[in-house]
């Protein structure tokens, strides 16, 4: 069955920091992978997307993610993270075919210390 | 473009109560979702439609949850009769390929539901 795991329910970083959300999926075919961002209060907002080329996948609010096969993994970066950041993170995966579903990893809250 | 729009922004009710939740979707697309984000259960997706047109509802919890889309700009969820358990914020999203799964879906604000 397809699954994504967020391993890391919370987190805090400084501000000015770098950052790493984890992301771990299971799914049988090629993956189609996503990471959203949820302010507080707000609906969720594409931070990037992959589904095929180039496995280092560049986002808004300079986020980036790399796709590794062989670790099923999808973590996402930021090299210095902004106060604005603070918000949840949602992994999410997709697949082939044309379904649309997306299976929704439960989430990692950012808090960003000044 | 205004986005994906929902209301209300907030429902409070009492068990029992029937709840209807709208959406109106991104003009031009032509898939919807609606989700239940708890908690407990984080983020579900609880039936999508490509053209107006239920294709998988195998998320819905049980039968006092029912969904609708009877045009392309406006879809209902509606909860009958309510109970304290289906408290939640539920999000309407939607993309514009017929539930191709490489597109972006687009969420609303949420409705937050709180049943007394």
Same mark, same amino acid.
């Given at each position: 069955?397809?699954?994504?795991?967020?391993?890391?329910?919370?987190?805090?970083?400084?501000?000015?920091?770098?950052?790493?959300?984890?992301?771990?999926?299971?799914?049988?075919?090629?993956?189609?992978?996503?990471?959203?961002?949820?302010?507080?209060?707000?609906?969720?907002?594409?931070?990037?997307?992959?589904?095929?080329?180039?496995?280092?996948?560049?986002?808004?609010?300079?986020?980036?993610?790399?796709?590794?096969?062989?670790?099923?993994?999808?973590?996402?970066?930021?090299?210095?993270?902004?106060?604005?950041?603070?918000?949840?993170?949602?992994?999410?995966?997709?697949?082939?075919?044309?379904?649309?579903?997306?299976?929704?990893?439960?989430?990692?809250?950012?808090?960003?210390?000044? | 473009?205004?986005?994906?729009?929902? %209301?209300?922004?907030?429902?409070?009710?009492?068990?029992?109560?029937?709840?209807?939740?709208?959406?109106?979707?991104? %003009?031009?697309?032509?898939?919807?979702?609606?989700?239940?984000?708890?908690?407990?259960?984080?983020?579900?997706?609880?039936?999508?439609?490509?053209?107006?047109?239920?294709?998988?509802?195998?998320?819905?919890?049980?039968?006092?949850?029912?969904?609708?889309?009877?045009?392309?700009?406006?879809?209902?969820?509606?909860?009958?009769? %309510?109970?304290?358990?289906?408290?939640?914020?539920?999000?309407?999203?939607?993309?514009?390929?017929?539930?191709?799964?490489?597109?972006?879906?687009?969420?609303?604000?949420?409705?937050?539901?709180?049943?007394?």
């Amino acid at each position: 069955a397809q699954s994504v795991t967020q391993p890391d329910i919370h987190i805090t970083v400084s501000e000015g920091a770098s950052l790493e959300l984890r992301c771990n999926y299971s799914y049988g075919a090629t993956p189609y992978l996503f990471w959203y961002v949820q302010s507080p209060g707000q609906g969720l907002q594409l931070l990037l997307k992959y589904f095929s080329g180039d496995t280092l996948v560049q986002g808004i609010k300079g986020f980036e993610a790399e796709f590794k096969r062989s670790q099923s993994s999808f973590n996402l970066r930021k090299p210095s993270v902004h106060w604005s950041d603070a918000a949840e993170y949602f992994c999410a995966v997709g697949g082939s075919g044309n379904t649309g579903k997306l299976i929704f990893g439960q989430g990692t809250t950012l808090q960003v210390k000044p | 473009d205004a986005g994906v729009i929902q %209301s209300p922004r907030h429902e409070v009710t009492e068990m029992g109560q029937e709840v209807t939740l709208r959406c109106k979707p991104i %003009s031009g697309h032509n898939s919807l979702f609606w989700y239940r984000q708890t908690m407990m259960r984080g983020l579900e997706l609880l039936i999508y439609f490509n053209n107006n047109v239920p294709i998988d509802d195998s998320g819905m919890p049980e039968d006092r949850f029912s969904a609708k889309m009877p045009n392309a700009s406006f879809s209902t969820l509606k909860i009958q009769p %309510s109970e304290p358990r289906d408290s939640a914020v539920y999000f309407c999203a939607s993309n514009k390929g017929l539930a191709s799964s490489t597109d972006t879906q687009y969420f609303g604000p949420g409705t937050r539901l709180t049943v007394l």
